[in-house]
């Protein structure tokens, strides 16, 4: 073969390479690849489903502590969200009708992305301006976040929890209201 051929031939193979690395990079930082291990989600915390989901603990508005096992025994959903997120907007009226129509039945948990640089001042008031009557808590160092996307960066991210705090879905990026119903009642 010719230098010249070969010459020619060196940025594909670069080029490979990287994409090659890349690729590889992103598996195993991806949400969606699981490796074969005995620790649980609980003692990784990290939620990954088909495990039990991480018992975190955070404050709620006012500041009040909460640990996500006051709500094991029904069904949760837990929604990140910020007011700067676009498809927040579309999903938040979607989870108060969840929350108004199964009431007790169904928790509905709001994760304010306080750490994104969005003041809790303003996260309460895009809540009332969507008429959110449900719980909503703080991530005020966005390790609760990181809990849910390992890595990933998305907004918003929705995490369906069954009734015996099992991880049953993760929802990242925008969802449809059809969607956001039916995992909602796939949990009951």
Known sequence: MSTDVMLKRIPLVIGALVIASLLGA???RSPFSYSDTTRTA????VFTVGKPAPNFDTVDFDHMPVRLSYYFGKPIIVDFWAAWCV???DEMPVLERIHQ???DEIAIIGIHRTDSGESIARGAQFAQEQGVTYPLMQDQSGALYK???QGLSVMPVAIF???SGIVQEIKFGPKTEDEIYHSALILQ
């Open 26 to 28: 992103l598996y195993f």
């Open 42 to 45: 609980r003692e990784s915390g």
């Open 87 to 89: 498809f927040c907007r």
């Open 161 to 163: 929890i069954d009734s």
């Open 147 to 149: 809990m849910a996307t």
């Open 101 to 103: 129509q199964y009431g």
